[in-house]
């Protein structure tokens, strides 16, 4: 009937969905843990979780980092800033990675890009030994401007670490910074409107006092510090964790402080990377502006006993993560205290 | 310093983030379990799991039935929609809710809509006896149209039904239908084109034939199955479930039917709902088409023995949810056959 209306003609493409869905089978597979017990293209993804022990689930999205994907047209790294970001997330709770489901929103579904999407989530969960489990992918035509989706993702695991938790800081209790490696997923809207608006440059341009793209600076992947921890919290060193995101190192450490121990953190103690340092000089924001938008080189923060802080660093940069003594933790009431000398 | 870019500059209001935190924080605390462990404001929400049991999660999204209560303004009841299509998805594979974390992505984060939204999660979570563990509520300029935002969810249960998935069909047993709540989450793309475009209705026009608004039918709630479906589950009387979304009777009854049977199902045995018969005769669609679109009437699609149809029917009309037979298993190649006889 020519003037049925078909589900084609509002704007759903059902066989590029199969196309997608076909591929995006392989890629899951691929991430299989001995935790899953569902098939692909169940209803809900079934899997084991050890018995008797806690599990933790975190939510979040990879946010207007997207945008500089699109812009690019390279779609391969943003699932891997997701599951990450996630990663560290739970890892800050003292959880260890079981499964992971995304969520993939667009206006209309490009099999290529949903496949190099669930190509960075699925390879991001193969380092840090995750399922994924499952997802959604969803044609919303009239929600996503042409060739742009919005991408979340959320996060179950074991709790592994339960000590980490529970908040026992004493006063000379030490903080190692871990190195981020660039903005991680926090602070694109404002770097945005200068990178582009404000300094003019496209994504193809080189970055200010960089060999490297805008782009590339832009999209390196947020690192997950699973490998670099792990140790440090098998052998209950490392006593606390704060992932460094929205709110910086300000607005995030001070959610483990509790209320008796305040942190001071010494921002001279690591040499700010170039990216943080252009961002600094051509926006002429304030010193608490930018710790408070961006991580300014330290994407998680590990808090050790006095005593433990040697060993701890030397495994963290063992793995192959700068990390280096920014502080400690003394008296006070829950206040993250930064001082740039 | 007054050319200082600022987060607030790039349209990230930091204070309406705060406000929207304080009202989700109290709507989440209403919905709290005792397998809750962690305190609001966690890196990720930390739970317990029956100790031995599989664990069963899904991920999905509103869909394009958010630009109805956008055009309404009504905005407490998509959540809702979201928790109990979760619930559905999770109840097929036997699954009891846990724990449910939600994605709210918008262009400007404005406290009262957030609220409104996690008002309606929060209500469908308590029903569901879920707890709202946590979620991300992310701002994205330049993503959404003002007013919009996109809705995620993601819940994790424990499979407290596990006969239920072991797909051991016999020729003769029955399909039982179970009503829907209107359109639920399907068929908006289709049915927005229909009645805004080709009908030119507003959403505060009376329906064709009815005396309820185009938002009243269209923003009708996604019923949750699982106070209807649970006696007949914990007694095993239900042998599997096919939640009807996106693909509809067709699409998704054949995932639970394996390779060789076939399920009949009568279409006439049920009465098609008033707002179904309007999109039928005003979109001049196939009836193939309205039923891969729309759930047509039939939310739930659950399979008895023979024997214990007659016991489950009242069961589930017992509870206050319509209920019909409406067809059976036959050998075959698992195909769904539509009747309309």
Redesign the interface.
């Known amino acids: 009937?020519s003037?049925?209306?078909?589900?084609a003609?509002?704007?759903?493409d059902l066989e590029a969905a199969r196309t997608a869905k076909s591929r995006i089978a392989e890629l899951v597979e691929g991430t299989r843990t001995e935790a899953v017990?569902?098939a692909f293209?169940?209803?809900?993804?079934?899997?084991?979780?050890t018995?008797?022990?806690?599990?933790?689930?975190?939510?979040?999205?990879v946010?207007?980092k997207?945008?500089i994907a699109f812009l690019s047209d390279r779609h391969d790294t943003v699932g891997a800033d997701l599951v990450n970001h996630c990663v560290n997330?739970?890892l800050?709770?003292g959880?260890k990675p079981l499964?992971f489901?995304?969520?993939i929103?667009c206006g209309v579904l490009e099999p290529d890009t949903v496949a190099a999407v669930v190509r960075g989530l699925s390879r991001a969960c193969r380092t840090n030994r995750c399922a994924l489990?499952?997802?959604?992918t969803?044609?919303?035509?009239?929600?996503?401007a042409a060739g742009?989706y919005?991408l979340?993702g959320?996060?179950?695991?074991e709790?592994a670490f339960p000590a980490l938790?529970r908040h026992e800081l004493e006063s000379g209790d030490r903080l190692i910074g871990l190195a981020s490696n660039g903005l991680h997923t926090n602070g694109y809207?404002?770097v945005?409107?200068?990178v582009f608006d404000?300094m003019g440059l496209s994504v193809d341009d080189p970055f200010p006092g960089s060999d490297a793209s805008v782009a590339d600076i832009l999209l390196r992947t947020h690192r997950s510090y699973l490998p670099a921890l792990q140790p440090g919290l098998e052998a209950g060193r490392v006593r606390a964790l704060a992932?460094i995101t929205g709110g910086g190192i300000p607005g995030n450490l001070s959610?483990v402080l509790g209320t008796d121990f305040d942190a001071v953190v010494r921002s001279g103690a690591w040499k700010r990377p170039h990216e943080f340092a252009v961002i600094a000089e051509v926006?002429?924001?304030?010193e608490e502006?930018l710790f408070?938008?961006f991580n300014m080189g330290v994407g998680m923060m590990a808090i050790t006993r006095e005593k433990d802080v040697e060993t701890t660093l030397d495994e963290i940069r063992g793995s192959g993560c700068e990390a280096v003594l920014c502080g400690e933790i003394v008296r006070g009431a829950g206040k993250v205290r930064l001082e740039s000398a």
């Open positions: 009937m003037e049925g209306l078909t589900y003609g509002a704007g759903v017990v569902s293209g169940s209803f809900g993804g079934r899997f084991l979780a018995p008797g022990r806690e599990l933790v689930a975190s939510a979040d999205g946010g207007t997207l945008k997330d739970i800050a709770e959880g499964i489901m995304d969520y929103a489990l499952g997802g959604e969803s044609e919303m035509p009239d929600f996503y742009e919005d979340a959320f996060i179950v695991g709790v938790t809207s404002f945005r409107k200068l404000r992932h959610r926006s002429g924001a304030s502006e408070r938008t």
